[in-house]
T-cell receptor
Framework: EAGVAQSPRYKIIEKRQSVAFWCNPI?????LYWYQQILGQGPKLLIQ????????DSQLPKDRFSAERLKGVDSTLKIQPAKLEDSAVYLC??????????????FGSGTQLSVL | DQQVKQNSPSLSVQEGRISILNCDYT??????FLWYKKYPAEGPTFLIS?????DKNEDGRFTVFLNKSAKHLSLHIVPSQPGDSAVYFC?????????FGAGTRLTVKP
C-alpha cells in the first residue's frame, strides 16, 4: 500500500514570497489533514478535509494560508505572503473515514519550509 | 493552549532496560489516545493506541497505560532497543479533535 506522498521535501524562500505544498493521500482515504510542526513543538492542525469539503479550518491563518482539495483526492496548501514564523515542517496526513477522531493518522514525510 | 503535555523533552536509557514516556492531558472530553513515533526526516508513524474505556493496551514490547482520574497516560517499552531511538508524540482525541504533545526524544544506548 502506497503511503501519503508529499512534495517538495524542502523549500527555502524569502519572506513575503509565496510557496505551495502538495499532498496525495492514501488511495481511498476520505479525510485529509494539514499540520504545521514548529521545531520543538507537536504537530498543530491547520485544516481538515472530508472528501472535498472543509471540516475544520479554525486554526488556519486565513489572511495568508489557503488550502484546497480538488475532487476529494490531492490537496495543496499555499502560503502567500510567507513570514519568518512560518518556518516549520508541514505534514499531510490521511485517514480512511475520519469524523470521529478515534482513528490513527497516516502521515507523509513532510515539507520542511525555511523562510529567510 | 497546551491540552496535551509531555513534560520530559528527552529520555536516555540503556539497551534492555525499560523506557517509560509520560503524557498528561487537561481536556476530559478526550476519549482516545495514541502514541506516534518519529524518525528524523520522516513523518510520525502510529505506534499504539488506547480507548478511554480501557486502562491498558499491550502490543509486543509496547504497553500503554491510561489513568483517567489523573488524566495521565504512559508508554512502556520493554526491553528497549537502539532502534527505538526516536521522538515519541502523545496524542489525544475526542469529537474529531486530535491534539499532540511536544514530543519526547528517546535515546537507547547500546
Amino acid at each position: 500500500e502506497a503511503g501519503v506522498a508529499q512534495s517538495p521535501r524542502y523549500k527555502i524562500i524569502e519572506k513575503r514570497q509565496s510557496v505551495a505544498f502538495w499532498c496525495n493521500p492514501i488511495s481511498g482515504h476520505a479525510t485529509l489533514y494539514w499540520y504545521q510542526q514548529i521545531l520543538g513543538q507537536g504537530p498543530k492542525l491547520l485544516i481538515q478535509f472530508q472528501n472535498n469539503g472543509v471540516v475544520d479550518d479554525s486554526q488556519l491563518p486565513k489572511d495568508r494560508f489557503s488550502a484546497e482539495r480538488l475532487k476529494g483526492v490531492d490537496s495543496t496548501l499555499k502560503i502567500q505572503p510567507a513570514k519568518l514564523e512560518d518556518s516549520a515542517v508541514y505534514l499531510c496526513a490521511s485517514t480512511e473515514r475520519g469524523g470521529t477522531g478515534n482513528e490513527k493518522l497516516f502521515f507523509g514525510s513532510g515539507t520542511q519550509l525555511s523562510v529567510l | 493552549d497546551q491540552q496535551v503535555k509531555q513534560n520530559s523533552p528527552s529520555l536516555s536509557v540503556q539497551e534492555g532496560r525499560i523506557s517509560i514516556l509520560n503524557c498528561d492531558y487537561t481536556n476530559s472530553m478526550f476519549d482516545y489516545f495514541l502514541w506516534y513515533k518519529k524518525y528524523p526526516a520522516e513523518g510520525p508513524t502510529f505506534l499504539i493506541s488506547i480507548s478511554s474505556i480501557k486502562d491498558k493496551n499491550e502490543d509486543g514490547r509496547f504497553t500503554v497505560f491510561l489513568n483517567k482520574s489523573a488524566k495521565h497516560l504512559s508508554l512502556h517499552i520493554v526491553p528497549s532497543q537502539p532502534g527505538d531511538s526516536a521522538v515519541y508524540f502523545c496524542a489525544a482525541s475526542g469529537s474529531n479533535d486530535m491534539r499532540f504533545g511536544a514530543g519526547t526524544r528517546l535515546t537507547v544506548k547500546p
